[in-house]
């Protein structure tokens, strides 16, 4: 069956998006900050000084210039299948005129783990020129273990049991500018989960969860969504101080190829202030970020339930096992510092603290867990102001290390 969704998922891929032009004026907010990276350094200088690389000219307008930023690293990968090699490689660019143009960029970062573990995750941000229209898009292929508790807080570490299973993911959305920083659209969301079993063949992973749905071999979601955002930022790489607010419904009905008819809404909200506005090139930022994330009916997978570390861009709970906690709804809070260490930019610093709340074995906001950490910033390319960050975070029974490009938020 995975082989024709594979195929389908080629065929929608290749669909047009008709697209019209509105006015730019006002696009980008009057007061937002734009750097002026002359001054600052970043690792592709250092290279360029060491080797003695003298860059010729660009023959291509600035605005249309790509930068690059790539990131290999051993890492640990979900299940305790030990050391992975991740590849982390993000493209940038204006499409537009940098004034009334959000940079547009384009992730990929496949993992392997010399043990048959692996995924090929692409993601993609897309701003038209004069942010007329956004176009969103994840698409992933995962063998992909992971650790589950079940639902709720019910159980500790080390009453755990490990899952087993494929997963292919394919979202695509496209909004409209309506009003300045205003967006509204329509996107179509799919979630195939197959081969889902638990790694020891004595447990069942239907009693064990207490939860049918999504538990028994495969799972297959097929829906379309209603999107708004609001965004005020014009880099998500690394966000100056602005506004974020995302709003998706999902509706999974059987028509469209889902084993069960089930509807799910997940809200987004961040928030970004700089706390030294009067130096723009100096990283003094303050970031405020929640979500809730919740299904209406008890239809939805199980592996399609909200879970921690699995938002979209499976950022949220650093220093918290990725699937530690699993609910019918949750709800997500984090907040972070960030400065510049040194003055060219190179390196920075950022503390964080986050929190969140399941509903399951307990009531949502009953029982709440926190983790915290600490990270460095190294700018990578600060033409599209990419910093390669290392974070460590601890919670309860749990501490890891996080690499990554760009900022978690």
Same mark, same amino acid.
Request: charged share 20%.
């Given at each position: 069956?995975?082989?024709?969704?594979?195929?389908?998922?080629?065929?929608?891929?290749?669909?047009?998006?008709?697209?019209?032009?509105?006015?730019?004026?006002?696009?980008?907010?009057?007061?937002?900050?734009?750097?002026?990276?002359?001054?600052?350094?970043?690792?592709?200088?250092?290279?360029?000084?060491?080797?003695?690389?003298?860059?010729?000219?660009?023959?291509?307008?600035?605005?249309?210039?790509?930068?690059?930023?790539?990131?290999?690293?051993?890492?640990?990968?979900?299940?305790?299948?030990?050391?992975?090699?991740?590849?982390?490689?993000?493209?940038?660019?204006?499409?537009?005129?940098?004034?009334?143009?959000?940079?547009?960029?384009?992730?990929?970062?496949?993992?392997?783990?010399?043990?048959?573990?692996?995924?090929?995750?692409?993601?993609?941000?897309?701003?038209?020129?004069?942010?007329?229209?956004?176009?969103?898009?994840?698409?992933?292929?995962?063998?992909?273990?992971?650790?589950?508790?079940?639902?709720?807080?019910?159980?500790?570490?080390?009453?755990?049991?490990?899952?087993?299973?494929?997963?292919?993911?394919?979202?695509?959305?496209?909004?409209?500018?309506?009003?300045?920083?205003?967006?509204?659209?329509?996107?179509?969301?799919?979630?195939?989960?197959?081969?889902?079993?638990?790694?020891?063949?004595?447990?069942?992973?239907?009693?064990?969860?207490?939860?049918?749905?999504?538990?028994?071999?495969?799972?297959?979601?097929?829906?379309?969504?209603?999107?708004?955002?609001?965004?005020?930022?014009?880099?998500?790489?690394?966000?100056?101080?602005?506004?974020?607010?995302?709003?998706?419904?999902?509706?999974?009905? =059987?028509?469209? !190829? @889902? *084993?069960?008819?089930?509807? %799910?809404?997940?809200?987004?909200?961040?928030?970004? /202030?700089? +706390?030294?506005?009067?130096?723009?090139?100096?990283?003094?930022?303050?970031?405020?970020?929640?979500?809730?994330?919740?299904?209406?009916?008890?239809?939805?997978?199980?592996?399609?339930?909200?879970?921690?570390?699995?938002?979209?861009?499976?950022?949220?709970?650093?220093?918290?096992?990725?699937?530690?906690?699993?609910?019918?709804?949750?709800?997500?809070?984090?907040?972070?510092?960030?400065?510049?260490?040194?003055?060219?930019?190179?390196?920075?610093?950022?503390?964080?603290?986050?929190?969140? =709340?399941?509903? !399951? @074995? *307990?009531?949502?906001?009953? %029982?709440?867990?926190?983790?915290?950490?600490?990270? /460095?910033? +190294?700018?990578?390319?600060?033409?599209?102001?990419?910093?390669?960050?290392?974070?460590?975070?601890?919670?309860?029974?749990?501490?890891?290390?996080?690499?990554?490009?760009?900022?978690?938020?």
């Amino acid at each position: 069956m995975y082989y024709k969704v594979i195929a389908s998922l080629i065929l929608l891929s290749c669909v047009p998006v008709a697209l019209s032009a509105q006015d730019a004026t006002s696009i980008i907010p009057r007061d937002s900050i734009i750097r002026d990276t002359s001054a600052q350094t970043d690792l592709i200088d250092l290279a360029k000084k060491f080797f003695r690389i003298r860059p010729q000219k660009i023959r291509v307008e600035r605005d249309k210039k790509i930068y690059f930023s790539i990131l290999p690293v051993g890492a640990g990968v979900p299940g305790g299948s030990g050391r992975a090699l991740i590849t982390s490689t993000t493209a940038a660019t204006y499409l537009g005129p940098q004034r009334t143009t959000n940079i547009s960029s384009a992730t990929f970062m496949p993992y392997w783990n010399f043990k048959g573990r692996f995924g090929l995750p692409l993601r993609t941000s897309i701003w038209l020129p004069d942010n007329t229209w956004t176009i969103q898009g994840d698409t992933r292929f995962l063998v992909y273990p992971q650790y589950t508790w079940g639902l709720g807080n019910g159980r500790d570490y080390g009453e755990e049991t490990l899952v087993n299973y494929k997963y292919i993911r394919f979202y695509q959305s496209a909004l409209k500018r309506i009003k300045p920083y205003l967006f509204a659209g329509m996107g179509y969301n799919l979630d195939y989960h197959f081969n889902v079993k638990s790694d020891d063949p004595n447990v069942d992973l239907g009693e064990y969860t207490g939860y049918a749905n999504g538990t028994d071999g495969n799972s297959f979601s097929s829906g379309v969504t209603l999107n708004v955002l609001y965004d005020t930022r014009n880099n998500s790489i690394n966000p100056l101080p602005g506004a974020y607010a995302n709003l998706i419904y999902q509706i999974n009905p =059987t028509f469209l !190829g @889902s *084993k069960t008819k089930w509807n %799910s809404l997940y809200l987004d909200v961040r928030k970004y /202030l700089s +706390i030294n506005p009067e130096n723009p090139n100096q990283q003094n930022t303050l970031g405020f970020w929640s979500y809730l994330s919740t299904v209406f009916n008890s239809n939805a997978p199980y592996l399609d339930l909200p879970s921690i570390g699995w938002d979209p861009y499976n950022r949220s709970g650093r220093g918290i096992d990725q699937n530690r906690y699993r609910g019918k709804t949750l709800f997500y809070l984090e907040s972070e510092y960030r400065r510049d260490i040194t003055r060219n930019g190179l390196l920075g610093f950022v503390v964080f603290a986050n929190a969140n =709340t399941v509903s !399951g @074995s *307990k009531s949502l906001f009953t %029982s709440w867990h926190p983790a915290a950490g600490t990270g /460095l910033r +190294i700018k990578f390319n600060k033409g599209s102001n990419t910093n390669i960050g290392i974070d460590y975070g601890v919670s309860k029974g749990y501490n890891s290390f996080i690499f990554g490009l760009g900022e978690a938020f």
